[in-house]
């Protein structure tokens, strides 16, 4: 089974030429738990896409995967 693509963390770091290791140690997380969010294995909190969207400056919905077709 396939798991679902929910967010664009990995995608919004390369396009800010930024690392896993940079985010992590801003948020004060694991190198591990940010690596989890970017292979989307598991999702950050509401309050947390908040906090990377200010990291990155990008509007939090760059960082979800649209719904519309």
Known sequence: MSKLKLN???VALIEND???KDLAL???KTE???SRWCTNEMQPSIETLYA???Y???DI???LVS???
Do not use: F, G
């Open 8 to 10: 664009r963390i990995k």
């Open 18 to 20: 930024r690392t896993n």
């Open 26 to 28: 801003h948020l004060n």
């Open 32 to 34: 591990a738990t940010v």
């Open 52 to 54: 990377i969207s200010k």
């Open 56 to 58: 990155l400056k990008v």
């Open 61 to 63: 919905r760059e960082l």
């Open 67 to 69: 719904t519309a077709k």
